[in-house]
């Protein structure tokens, strides 16, 4: 059984850093894609980051490009998220996604972690 369980998440403020953990078990994860989505209230799951097999990374738009870094342990079935520079816009559940293609969109990813919250104050 695939399981992704999601750490890191917290309270900090604008400016602050914080980083994310995901740890994936249950089946070998290093010919899979690994992402990174969020959700704030109300709002939609926005595609993050994404890192391939081979360590290829892709980022979302302008949102977070320069400020959050996506990497992956395949040793450790881990893939983590390094968020520096947060701004309160940033404040969301984030949840970690494996799948085979990966890419953008989460209809491309099987298994999913249980989320953590990020909460940034002004």
């Known amino acids: 059984q695939v399981q992704l369980v999601e750490s890191g998440g917290g309270l900090v403020q604008a400016g602050g850093s914080l980083r994310l953990s995901c740890a994936a078990s249950?089946?070998?994860?290093?010919?899979?894609?690994m992402g990174w989505f969020r959700q704030a209230p109300g709002k939609e799951r926005e595609f993050v980051a994404t890192t391939t097999w081979n360590f290829g990374s892709t980022y979302s738009g302008d949102s977070v490009n320069g400020r959050f870094t996506i990497s992956r342990d395949n040793a450790k079935n881990t893939v983590y998220l390094q968020m520096n520079s947060l701004k309160p816009e940033d404040s969301a559940v984030y949840y970690c996604?494996?799948?085979?293609?990966?890419?953008?969109?989460?209809?491309?990813?099987?298994?999913w972690g249980q989320g953590t919250q990020v909460t940034v104050s002004p």
């Open positions: 249950g089946g070998t994860f290093s010919r899979y894609a």
């Open positions: 996604a494996v799948g085979i293609s990966g890419g953008r969109r989460a209809e491309n990813y099987a298994f």
